[in-house]
């Protein structure tokens, strides 16, 4: 998504941008004659997986295909996201070896931690720090499997070894504080360039009418690290709240089982565009219970853009994003601190949360608008250039 954002705000700035991904079936789009066919790892026999392993850490395809795109388009610079797995950093080497700058977007954690998340099995997870990937297939951290986490656990010690990520990436940009300090916390202070940038979003376009609801909303992936069973457990202890929760997942069947007993809870399914509008509108607030160091919620952003006020837990970017002025944090898996949050927020005088909620869009506005985004983008396109 913010792939497509950064390459709308450039354009619509009067810049040329070439796209580079992984060809699909069905996919149309400019240049895709240089799209390489991504390593298929998953299907077929053991030994065709095997035999396309390789591909995952190292796509020599995707390298070539990156090698004849900047020859034809001569790009000034490179700007990489989530090139994991499918076109693989081996196109960084392809950007180097021609000469032109690459700025990396890390969006996960990816780049310090074979599962992406810092996270596995309910807990928060440092065990790689040190080049320690053997912790991956110890914890089987990846969809707790020991075949995916062993190939993580290669992956990760492959590319550190090669060195490949701050060897050919010029500036690696975070959205969040946490993030950046996180990887210099596994790769050492001052090891790489480090920049900031908030991922672009196109405000005007999810701006909702403003309006104080009456329920607290949660939106998202229905799945163990973004904390909804924690949020049941609140809405236990605070059963005069009344809770929607939109989303789908591999943890769906299990919660709305769990919330069967709960009558201030409503589970609806996912709900996108203009149906997840209208709950957004008739929401009091949004919350954000994550129990992993989310990065840079897009659901916060979504939140902000129909001013409502944010309840999140403190983990990653999100009390950077919720401040002391947009919302409330808590104690990130402590049930009865959100419960407490939760019932301060419907006590709270709807003026109050629609000051709060108006404060969140100025800041969305303000910090975020493709002005203010640009301005930023482009210095540190001229620093990498420099």
Same mark, same amino acid.
């Given at each position: 998504?913010? &792939?497509?954002?950064?390459?709308?705000?450039?354009?619509?700035?009067?810049?040329?941008?070439?796209?580079?991904?992984?060809?699909?079936?069905?996919?149309?789009?400019?240049?895709?004659?240089?799209?390489?066919?991504?390593?298929? !790892?998953?299907?077929?026999?053991?030994?065709?997986?095997?035999?396309?392993?390789?591909?995952?850490?190292?796509?020599?395809?995707?390298?070539?295909?990156?090698?004849?795109?900047?020859?034809?388009?001569?790009?000034?610079?490179?700007?990489? &996201?989530?090139?994991?797995?499918?076109?693989?950093?081996?196109?960084?080497?392809?950007?180097?070896?021609?000469?032109?700058?690459?700025? *990396?977007?890390?969006?996960?954690?990816?780049?310090?931690?074979?599962?992406?998340?810092?996270?596995?099995?309910?807990?928060?997870?440092?065990?790689?720090?040190?080049?320690?990937? !053997?912790?991956?297939?110890?914890?089987?951290?990846?969809?707790?499997?020991?075949? &995916?986490?062993?190939?993580?656990?290669?992956?990760?010690?492959?590319?550190?070894?090669?060195?490949?990520?701050?060897?050919?990436?010029?500036?690696?940009?975070?959205?969040?504080? &946490?993030?950046?300090?996180?990887?210099?916390?596994?790769?050492?202070?001052?090891?790489?360039?480090?920049?900031?940038?908030?991922?672009?979003?196109?405000?005007?376009?999810?701006?909702?009418?403003?309006?104080?609801?009456? !329920?607290?909303?949660?939106?998202?992936?229905?799945?163990?690290?973004? #904390?909804?069973?924690?949020?049941?457990? @609140?809405?236990?202890?605070?059963?005069?709240?009344?809770?929607?929760?939109?989303?789908?997942?591999?943890?769906?069947?299990?919660?709305?089982?769990?919330?069967? #007993?709960?009558?201030? +809870?409503?589970?609806?399914?996912?709900?996108? #565009?203009?149906?997840?509008?209208?709950?957004?509108?008739?929401?009091?607030?949004? +919350?954000?219970?994550?129990?992993?160091?989310?990065?840079?919620?897009? +659901?916060?952003?979504?939140?902000?853009?129909?001013?409502?006020?944010?309840?999140?837990?403190?983990?990653?970017?999100?009390?950077?994003?919720?401040?002391?002025?947009?919302?409330?944090?808590?104690?990130?898996?402590?049930?009865?601190?959100?419960?407490?949050?939760?019932?301060?927020?419907?006590?709270?005088?709807?003026?109050?949360?629609?000051?709060?909620? @108006?404060?969140?869009?100025?800041?969305?506005?303000?910090? *975020?608008?493709?002005?203010?985004?640009?301005?930023?983008?482009?210095?540190?396109?001229?620093?990498?250039?420099?």
């Amino acid at each position: 998504m913010f &792939f497509h954002e950064v390459a709308r705000m450039l354009r619509a700035n009067g810049h040329e941008v070439a796209m580079m991904s992984c060809a699909e079936p069905g996919l149309d789009a400019a240049g895709v004659e240089f799209f390489p066919e991504a390593v298929d !790892y998953r299907n077929g026999g053991i030994i065709k997986r095997v035999l396309n392993f390789p591909g995952m850490i190292y796509n020599r395809g995707a390298k070539a295909a990156m090698a004849r795109r900047i020859s034809e388009f001569c790009p000034d610079i490179v700007h990489a &996201f989530a090139i994991y797995v499918r076109l693989t950093p081996a196109i960084l080497e392809a950007a180097k070896e021609a000469g032109v700058p690459v700025v *990396l977007s890390c969006n996960d954690y990816k780049h310090i931690c074979p599962n992406y998340k810092l996270f596995h099995h309910g807990k928060i997870c440092d065990d790689c720090k040190g080049g320690h990937f !053997y912790q991956a297939l110890r914890n089987r951290c990846c969809h707790d499997s020991v075949a &995916f986490s062993a190939a993580s656990m290669v992956e990760a010690y492959v590319q550190d070894g090669l060195d490949i990520w701050r060897r050919n990436v010029h500036t690696f940009l975070f959205a969040s504080k &946490f993030m950046a300090e996180k990887t210099e916390e596994f790769w050492g202070k001052g090891r790489v360039r480090i920049d900031f940038l908030r991922n672009p979003f196109d405000v005007a376009r999810h701006e909702i009418t403003p309006n104080v609801g009456d !329920y607290v909303l949660y939106f998202g992936r229905l799945i163990e690290e973004k #904390g909804v069973d924690v949020l049941l457990e @609140a809405a236990a202890l605070a059963p005069d709240v009344p809770i929607v929760i939109v989303g789908d997942g591999p943890d769906q069947a299990r919660l709305n089982a769990r919330a069967l #007993g709960l009558a201030n +809870v409503r589970m609806v399914g996912p709900a996108w #565009g203009d149906d997840l509008a209208q709950y957004l509108h008739g929401a009091r607030a949004v +919350v954000v219970p994550s129990l992993w160091h989310e990065n840079f919620p897009y +659901v916060i952003l979504q939140a902000f853009a129909a001013s409502k006020p944010v309840i999140g837990s403190s983990r990653g970017g999100i009390p950077e994003m919720i401040g002391d002025a947009r919302g409330w944090t808590y104690q990130a898996s402590d049930a009865t601190a959100l419960a407490t949050v939760l019932r301060q927020v419907v006590q709270l005088p709807n003026q109050k949360i629609a000051e709060i909620g @108006a404060d969140a869009l100025t800041f969305l506005r303000e910090e *975020l608008s493709d002005d203010s985004t640009y301005e930023r983008l482009i210095a540190i396109y001229r620093k990498a250039l420099a």
